[in-house]
């Protein structure tokens, strides 16, 4: 599962770290900048020494030991500058520590609890994709107390799956990988649930590849995708629309 899972998520947090690193950062940048520019105005020293003063702030009274000039107002500023870069670190460490803590930790502990619940589910229904049409399965299937993994390849379809209390796992439903990764070989029912015909006829056709066994159903456009979508295994073959009109006719 940490192929499909993990990967979409990580760079998501990658991201997110980088761009809330890039202030603290610039702080630090702009401290360290500040100080060199001020110990060689100031101390009349050159880019090196500046560097090193900001290291080893003793150093500044032994130069001043050897050489005329402002110790008291070069020692005065770098107190400033320091606790100007003491600053600029913690910020950058608490940054650090809240991605990893509050995000990436927490990530990774949804995964493995997701990862270790799909290996103990036998006969559960995975839905290929999470939009109005997987979503209407999944809440018909609620009631019914049907274990149920969701596969969702966008980011807020797959969230949302999340807080709907539903398992789910982020990637492509077509890879065997992932579909291995939902338990496809302990599976009871596959939905190929995605917006687009093709994807789900190739659910379908790797799905039963994998679970010789396991029950294909099949959300195509319109009757021409039918008998391709029953060559490739499907036992049932759903066309929203039809089964929309079929509904309001019996009402009727």
């Given at each position: 599962?940490k192929r499909?899972?993990d990967?979409p998520l ?5 991201r997110q770290?980088l ?7 610039a702080?630090f940048a702009?401290a360290v900048?500040?100080g060199?520019?001020?110990f060689v ?14 290291l ?6 032994l130069h001043f030991e050897?050489?005329e000039g402002?110790e ?6 770098a ?5 100007g870069?003491v600053?600029?670190?913690l910020?950058i460490?608490?940054t650090v520590?809240?991605?990893?803590f509050?995000?990436q930790i927490?990530t ?10 799909v290996?103990?589910?036998r ?6 994709g ?12 609620k ?5 149920v993994v969701v596969?969702e390849?966008?980011d ?11 398992l789910?796992i982020?990637g492509n ?8 990764d939902a338990?496809v070989?302990?599976?009871g029912?596959v939905v190929g649930a ?8 190739q ?7 994998i679970a010789?066994?396991?029950?294909l159903?099949?959300?195509v456009?319109?009757e021409t995708y ?6 490739a295994g499907?036992?049932r073959?759903?066309?929203p629309?039809?089964?929309?009109a ?5 009402m009727l």
């Amino acid at each position: 599962m940490k192929r499909s899972l993990d990967t979409p998520l990580r760079a998501v947090v990658r991201r997110q770290l980088l761009r809330q690193l890039l202030r603290p950062v610039a702080a630090f940048a702009a401290a360290v900048a500040i100080g060199v520019a001020g110990f060689v105005s100031m101390g009349g020293v050159g880019v090196v020494d500046a560097l090193f003063w900001l290291l080893d702030p003793t150093s500044i009274e032994l130069h001043f030991e050897a050489h005329e000039g402002p110790e008291t107002l070069v020692k005065a500023y770098a107190v400033v500058v320091l606790s100007g870069l003491v600053v600029a670190g913690l910020w950058i460490g608490e940054t650090v520590f809240s991605a990893a803590f509050g995000g990436q930790i927490q990530t990774e502990l949804k995964h493995m609890q997701i990862e270790q619940a799909v290996a103990d589910l036998r006969g559960h229904v995975i839905i290929c994709g999470y939009g109005t049409f997987g979503k209407t399965i999944a809440r018909a299937l609620k009631p019914t107390d049907r274990d149920v993994v969701v596969i969702e390849s966008q980011d807020a379809e797959f969230q949302r799956a999340l807080d709907d209390d539903l398992l789910a796992i982020q990637g492509n439903a077509r890879r065997e990988e992932t579909l291995r990764d939902a338990g496809v070989e302990r599976a009871g029912v596959v939905v190929g649930a995605i917006d687009d015909s093709n994807a789900n006829i190739q659910i379908a056709m790797n799905a039963s590849q994998i679970a010789p066994s396991v029950r294909l159903v099949v959300r195509v456009g319109d009757e021409t995708y039918e008998q391709l979508a029953r060559r490739a295994g499907a036992d049932r073959v759903i066309i929203p629309e039809v089964a929309s009109a079929e509904q309001v006719t019996s009402m009727l």
